[in-house]
């Protein structure tokens, strides 16, 4: 009877989304982990602009559970709001990208 229960549980989000600061020309990963797999229509937006998978922005899942988004070479631009949608589910947190300044 408890797996049964389990089964037709909705997923909710285990471990969210964290502000990430990271200095231009690094990359910076956000994880978000889902309590079971199967959610469907995952997607990653940055300010707005759904993410696809390419050389800059690495979107992965492990076990279905564990989402990961790595977006390398940041550069200022890319500060904002990062969000993480899995069905109805919507995590979100904030991406500062910092110049390197020579002035002390």
């Known amino acids: 009877l408890l797996s049964l229960c389990r089964a037709e549980e909705a997923a909710v989000i285990v471990s ?5 600061d990271v200095f231009v020309g690094e990359s910076a990963t ?3 982990e889902l309590s079971h797999p199967g ?3 995952v997607q ?12 800059v922005t690495e979107i992965s899942a492990q076990d279905g559970r564990i ?6 070479d940041v550069a200022c631009h890319d500060s904002g709001t990062v969000i ?5 589910l919507i995590s979100s947190a904030k991406l500062l990208v910092k110049g390197i300044s020579l002035l002390k």
């Open 30 to 32: 956000f994880t978000c």
């Open 16 to 20: 969210g989304l964290k502000n990430t």
């Open 44 to 55: 990653w937006w940055l300010d707005g602009s759904p993410l696809h998978n390419n050389l």
């Open 67 to 72: 989402h990961t988004l790595t977006l390398n």
């Open 39 to 41: 959610v469907k229509n």
């Open 84 to 88: 993480f949608r899995a069905g109805s």
